[in-house]
Every structure is written in C-alpha cells, then in structure tokens.
Nanobody, 120 residues
Framework: QVQLVESGGGLVQAGGSLRLSCAAS????????MAWYRQAPGKDRELVTR???????NYADFVKGRFTISRNNARNTMYLQMNNLKPEDTAVYYC??????????????WGQGTQVTVSS
C-alpha cells in the first residue's frame, strides 16, 4: 500500500505565498509522474501542474509564472511553491502520483487534500 500526505496549506492574503508538500510512503518501487490538482467549492477538480520523474513540468495557464512544482526523488516528495496568490486560487489542493509498487503494479494514488484559502 502507498500513502500520499499533503501539508503546507493555510490562510494567506492576496499576493502572499505558500509552499505545499506531498510525501509518498509505503510499498514504493518507483514513482512516475506526480501532479497537483485543486478543487474549489462547486467546481470540478482541475489539474494545476505536473512533473515527470526526470523533472519535466507543465502548468495550467492560470498558474504560469506564479507557481513552481519540484520534487526530490530520493525523499519521494513533491513540492508546490505558490507565489502571488489570488482569491481565485482558493481550493483544496490534492497530490496525485503514478506509482509502481513492490509487486510491480502501477496505480494512481491521491492524497487527502490540503485547504488553501486566499483572502482579498
């Protein structure tokens, strides 16, 4: 079994910054692409950004230039640095990872989510 645990959410004023972390643990053989999604009240979950095991990244247009994704493969951890936050960034942020476990099975895993609230 594999677990993803997010941390770092909170309340911040518009223009402020937060750094989210996602730590993977359990029966991990290899972690492929990792990603951050978010879901605002009344809206569908949407992709924010993702990063491959080799470090290739892509971003949704609404965060380009403000958010930066990174990962530490040795620590099975992913990060999201969020700068110049806007009220519309308010959402629950979820970590997602495509993981090969020790039985060589591939599966997508999700964290429990962390709340980010940006006040105007």
């Amino acid at each position: 079994q594999v677990q993803l645990v997010e941390s770092g959410g909170g309340l911040v004023q518009a223009g402020g910054s937060l750094r989210l972390s996602c730590a993977a643990s359990g029966s991990i053989r290899y972690i492929g692409t990792m990603a951050w999604y978010r879901q605002a009240p009344g809206k569908d979950r949407e992709l924010v950004t993702r990063i491959t095991n080799s470090g290739l990244t892509n971003y949704a247009d609404f965060v380009k230039g403000r958010f930066t994704i990174s990962r530490n493969n040795a620590r099975n951890t992913m990060y999201l640095q969020m700068n110049n936050l806007k009220p519309e960034d308010t959402a629950v942020y979820y970590c997602n990872a495509n993981v090969q476990d020790t039985f060589s099975a591939w599966r997508d895993y999700w964290g429990q989510g962390t709340q980010v609230t940006v006040s105007s």
